[in-house]
């Protein structure tokens, strides 16, 4: 587990543009799979979810199209959220960070860790935008 307050700036980076978190399994059941559309972001304290996945996910929302419902979960904070979201990710192994989308409760756009190291933020934006404009 993380400290708080090293996380805290972390978890307000998604928050603050209307990421709603999530902080345990019942969170995760109860809202992601009851979503017209949903992406959904595994935060994570790494230089990747600094440097690409957050700013990535945060640029997507510029879109014409976009999922009505953002949510979020904290590897290595909240770890019965981070299992839930991710058990509903399978058949894809569990990576941080990781921006999932839903379609009706179905996962139907995934980016893994390894599609987010390495890759601009602007690259996954514009990857996580086709895929709304496909499926929101």
């Known amino acids: 587990m993380y400290p708080a307050e090293l996380v805290k700036p972390m978890r307000e980076d998604l928050t603050s543009v209307g990421f709603i978190e999530l902080k345990d399994s019942n969170d995760v059941n109860t809202n992601l799979p009851n979503c017209k559309t949903a992406v959904i972001i595994v935060n994570s304290v790494c230089g990747c979810a600094a440097a690409n996945a957050r700013p990535g996910v945060k640029n997507s929302l510029n879109n014409d199209k ?6 979020t979960v904290f590897a290595g904070v909240d770890k019965e959220a981070t299992d839930a979201a991710r058990n509903l990710m399978i058949p894809f192994p569990p990576s941080s ?8 409760g ?31």
């Open 97 to 104: 960070p990781c921006i999932a989308l839903f379609k009706d």
């Open 106 to 136: 179905e996962l139907v756009h995934m980016l893994e860790r390894h599609h987010i190291e390495g890759r601009s933020s602007e690259l996954i934006s514009e990857n996580l935008k086709q895929a709304y404009n496909q499926f929101c």
């Open 66 to 71: 976009k999922p009505e419902k953002l949510f």
